[in-house]
C-alpha cells in the first residue's frame, strides 16, 4: 500500500455494524460514461448507506453488516487512479470485518470487483457482467442475483440509470427478501460533477414501485436540469414541459 492509500485508511476505525438485507446493481454505461448504483432493502433509509458515486471516478456499493464509511473510502481511493481490482484489495487488507460485509466497485473505465463475504446472511451472492455488478444477501435464493443479471443483460441498449432500475426491479419479483422491502434508491452520476439522477424511497410498503413512480417522472426532465446551469435564460420547469407535452 502506498502512504497516501495508507493515510486513507489509518484513521478509519471499522466496525462491523449492524446486518442489512440488500440487493444492489451497479454499473457504468459505455456510451456516456454515466456511473450509478440503484439499491432496495428491507431497512429505511438505503439511499443514505449503500451507494456511493463520483462522475468520471467510479461507483460503489457497501452492503450486508454494512460500514457506509467503505463506499466514501472506494471512491478516494479510485480518485488516486486505483483500478476497482486495486481498491478492494485495500479495502481487504485493512478492514478486520471484511467477511461480514458484501461490496461492488465499478470504475471510471468499467472494470469491476466484487466482494461477498463468508459471513454474509444466506443467500449471499453476486454476479457480474462488462462494466457493471450485482449482489444481494438474505436474499430469497440465487434467482434474485441471477434476475437482476439477466435485466443487466436484456436492457443493455438503455442508459444506466433505466438499466440499473430494471435490475433491481428484476430481483424484487424473482422474490427479493423473505420480509420484503422498505427502501429503495437510485443514484446516477454523468461528466457535470453532479447527480442526473438522485432518488430515494426511504419508507414505503411498496419501495421500488414508488421508486419507478418518481422515475418516470424525473427521467424526461434530466435534459432540462443538465442544461439549466449553463444556460439560466431556460425558464421554469413547468413552461419547460408545456412545450414538450410533458404530463
Not at 40 to 67: H, K
Not at 86 to 91: F, G, H, K, S, Y
Not at 214 to 231: A, I, N, S
Amino acid at each position: 500500500m502506498n502512504s497516501t492509500a495508507a493515510d486513507l485508511l489509518k484513521n478509519v476505525e471499522f466496525k462491523r455494524g449492524p446486518d442489512q438485507h440488500t440487493f444492489t446493481a451497479i454499473g457504468r454505461c459505455p456510451r456516456t460514461g454515466r456511473l450509478g448504483v440503484a439499491v432496495t432493502t428491507g431497512e429505511i433509509g438505503t439511499g443514505g448507506r449503500v451507494p456511493s458515486v463520483m462522475a468520471n471516478i467510479g461507483a460503489v456499493g457497501t452492503q450486508a453488516s454494512t460500514d457506509p464509511r467503505l463506499g466514501p473510502l472506494a471512491i478516494k481511493l479510485l480518485e488516486l487512479g486505483y483500478p476497482a481490482a486495486r481498491v478492494m484489495a485495500e479495502l481487504e487488507a485493512s478492514d478486520p470485518y471484511i467477511e461480514f460485509r458484501q461490496l461492488g466497485i465499478v470504475d471510471r473505465f468499467g472494470r469491476t470487483a466484487v466482494r461477498t463475504g463468508s459471513s454474509n446472511n444466506p443467500w449471499a451472492g453476486h454476479e457480474t457482467g462488462e462494466g457493471w455488478v450485482v449482489m444481494g444477501n438474505a436474499v430469497v435464493d440465487e434467482g434474485v442475483v441471477a434476475a437482476m443479471a439477466g435485466a443487466m443483460r436484456e436492457y443493455e441498449a438503455e442508459d444506466i440509470e433505466t438499466r440499473l432500475m430494471h435490475s433491481i426491479s428484476a430481483g424484487t419479483d424473482a422474490g427479493g427478501q423473505p420480509d420484503g422491502q422498505r427502501a429503495a434508491a437510485v443514484l446516477v452520476h454523468e461528466n457535470e460533477g453532479y447527480a442526473i439522477i438522485n432518488l430515494r424511497v426511504d419508507d414505503h410498503d411498496e419501495p421500488m414501485q414508488e421508486l419507478w413512480r418518481l422515475f418516470h417522472k424525473m427521467r424526461p426532465l434530466v435534459p432540462y436540469y443538465r442544461q439549466r446551469p449553463d444556460d439560466p435564460t431556460l425558464g421554469r420547469v413547468k413552461d419547460w414541459k408545456k412545450e414538450r407535452g410533458i404530463e
